[in-house]
C-alpha cells in the first residue's frame, strides 16, 4: 500500500489517547458526583443508563476516528502503467541582454518586459522543448533544449543586461548558436528573436537568410518605441545616469523595425512589434501548433489508485449508527432508599 500523505498517520496516535480521555472522563463524573451525594445515589442515577451501550458508541466513535485519519492519509493501491509519448516542436528563444534592452521606452525596462513575454509565451507550451540563447557582444545558451518549463523559466528569470559581459549586440551569432541546437534532418527549425533591433555587426540578415535555407523560421519581436528612449546606468557612486558615446554625447536608442522585419523574412517567419495585450504571443503559437509534431521519447509512469473513499463511507457508516444507539434504558427506577 502506498500513502499520498503519510506523515498524517502520526495522528493514529491521538487513538489511544482518545480512549484514555474517555476513561478518565467517566472516572471524573462519578468523583465529581461523589462530591454533592452519595455513592448509592449516583449507582441509582446510573440504572437509566446501559454501559454496554455507552461503551459500544465510545468504541465505534474511536474506529470512524481513525478511518477519517486514514482516509486523509490517502491510502493507494492496484498499480496503472500509463505510457506518455509527447510530441512537439523544438524552440529556441534567442533574448537580447545589451545594454540597450535597459531603456524605459517600454514600461518597466525593455528587458523586463521581454522576458514577461517569453514567461508568457512558456506558459502557453504543451509538449515542446524550449532553449534559451542570451546575446549582446557575444552569445550562449543560457537554458539546452528541456521541457522542463519551471526550469526555463528560472533561467530565464536570471537574465539581465549584466548576463554577458560583451557590449554592443550580435544577432547574428545568436542566430547561429540558435541553430546549432536544432538536428540536421528537423523539419521546423523555430528561433524567436527578442531584440530592439540595433544589430551592431550588421550580419544579421545574411546568416538569417543562410538560416531560412536550413529549414529555420524566425519569428522577431520588436521590443523598443520608433521614437527611442536613452539608456539608464549607474556610475561608480551608484547614481543613475544615462549612457554616452565615446564623444561624450548621449547614446539614443530606437526600436529599428526594417532589420528586424528583414531577419524574419529572410528565415520564413514573421515580425511581431511587443504589445501590451501580448496578442502576439498568441499569434506565434497559433503559427507553431500548425506544424507537424516531432515525436519525443516516450515515458513510462506508475500511479496508483487513491482509495480514500472506502475509508470516508466507514467512518460515515459508523457515525450513523453511533448516533442510532440509545444509551438510556426505558425502565423504572429500583429504590435505594
Known sequence: MHWGNPYLLFLILLVPILLILVGVANHNRKKNFSKFAEVKFYNFFMQQFSGFHWSLKNFIFVFAFLFIIIALARPRWDKEVQIIKKEGIDIVVAIDVSKSMDATDIQPSRIKRAKDQISLFIDQLKGDRIAIVAFAGKSFVQCPL????????????????????????????????????????????????????????????????????????????????????????????????????????????????????????????????????????????????????????????????????????????????????????????????
Open 146 to 337: 528541456t521541457n522542463d518549463y519551471d526550469a526555463a523559466k528560472l533561467f530565464l528569470n536570471l537574465l539581465d543586461t549584466e548576463t554577458v559581459p560583451n557590449y554592443g549586440t550580435n544577432i547574428g551569432e545568436a542566430i547561429s548558436n540558435s541553430l546549432e541546437l536544432f538536428g540536421e534532418k528537423e523539419k521546423h527549425k523555430v528561433i524567436i528573436v527578442v531584440s530592439d533591433g540595433e544589430d551592431l555587426e550588421e550580419n544579421a540578415i545574411e546568416i538569417a537568410e543562410e538560416a531560412g535555407k536550413k529549414n529555420a523560421i524566425i519569428y522577431a519581436l520588436g521590443i523598443g518605441s520608433p521614437e527611442g528612449s536613452t539608456i539608464p546606468i549607474k556610475n561608480r557612486e551608484g547614481d543613475v545616469v544615462y549612457a554616452k558615446d565615446d564623444k561624450g554625447d548621449i547614446v539614443f536608442t530606437k526600436l529599428d523595425i526594417t532589420t528586424l522585419t528583414q531577419i524574419a523574412k529572410k528565415a520564413n517567419g514573421r515580425f511581431f512589434p511587443i504589445t501590451p495585450q501580448q496578442s502576439e504571443i498568441y499569434e506565434i503559437m497559433r503559427n507553431i501548433n500548425s506544424f507537424e509534431k516531432k515525436k519525443f521519447d516516450s515515458k513510462e509512469y506508475v500511479r496508483y489508485k487513491e482509495q480514500y473513499k472506502y475509508f470516508v463511507i466507514a467512518a460515515l457508516v459508523l457515525l450513523l449508527i453511533e448516533s442510532l444507539i440509545i444509551y438510556k434504558k426505558k425502565t423504572k427506577f429500583k429504590r435505594v432508599l
